[in-house]
Every structure is written in C-alpha cells, then in structure tokens.
C-alpha cells in the first residue's frame, strides 16, 4: 500500500515545521491519533533514532522510529509489526510564500496485501485527516 496526500498551507515553513515536529501534540489536531508518547526519556528536540509510541483508532499501538530528519524539511519514521513494516514521510517546502506539505506511507512485508485490502480505505482517510488538520493548526496563528 501506498498513500501520498499533498496539501498547500497559507503558513511560513517554518511555523508548519513547528507544528509537524511536536509530534506528541498530534492528537489535538487530527483525530486520526489517540495518543503519541516519546520513549526516550523527557520530550526533546525530535532526532534520528527517537521513538515514540503512537496509538490510533482501530488500530494497535505502534512504536515509530525516525530514520532520517532534515532539519525544517522532512522527517521519515518507521513502524515494525508482525509481517510488516510500515514507513510515513512528512516533508515542507517553501511555496510562494507559504508551504507544501505531502504525507507520504507505505507498507511492505508478507502482510502487506492483506493488510491493505482489510485498512487501506481507514488509512487513506487517516493520511487526508493529518494533512487537513495540520492545514487547520499551522495556518491558526496566522490568521487570527
């Protein structure tokens, strides 16, 4: 399974890095997350080889390490579960102004079919519901 979601943000970069990176705030913008806690100790600056165990509906929890960060651009984390290893990349890009974000997730592994047939349509929805809440919360403060 593949998923890419790409949205335009009216919000510098930066301030859409902001709000992207705060990965435990998650939940009070997409309601496609319950819960993300960091496992390495006191919350700080997100960095290659953080973990953080994220729970969200339907779904069982799952511990998300970050294999590659570029600092105000793009994060890359991955998810290992059973016959499956499930990747998500969220870049941001300067665009007249303001930003573009695109979401991407993808999955691989013997479970990978099944799994995509029995959940694609939640996580398509899922990923549309991230990029339309990160819209929402990054472009607040700069509207009002």
Do not use: C, N
């Not at 930066?14 to 992207?20: E, H, N, P, Q, T």
């Not at 799952?62 to 290893?85: I, K, N, Q, Y």
């Not at 047939?117 to 990923?127: E, I, L, N, P």
């Not at 819209?135 to 009002?144: D, H, L, Y």
């Amino acid at each position: 399974m593949q998923v890419s979601e790409t949205v335009d943000v009216a919000a510098a970069p930066d301030r859409v890095w902001a709000v992207l990176v705060d990965v435990e705030s998650w939940p009070t913008w997409t309601d496609s997350i319950e819960s993300v806690r960091a496992l390495d100790g006191a919350p700080t600056a997100m960095a290659e080889g953080s973990r953080y165990e994220v729970k969200q509906p339907r779904l069982p929890k799952a511990v998300w390490v970050v294999t590659e960060l570029v600092d105000g651009r793009s994060f890359s984390w991955s998810a290992r579960g059973p016959g499956l290893v499930s990747f998500a990349e969220h870049r941001v890009e300067p665009s007249d102004g303001a930003s573009r974000v695109t979401l991407l997730f993808s999955q691989e592994g013997p479970l990978a079919r099944p799994v995509s047939v029995a959940f694609g349509a939640m996580v398509r929805r899922y990923v549309r519901m991230e990029a339309a809440g990160l819209k929402r919360r990054s472009e607040e403060s700069t509207t009002g």
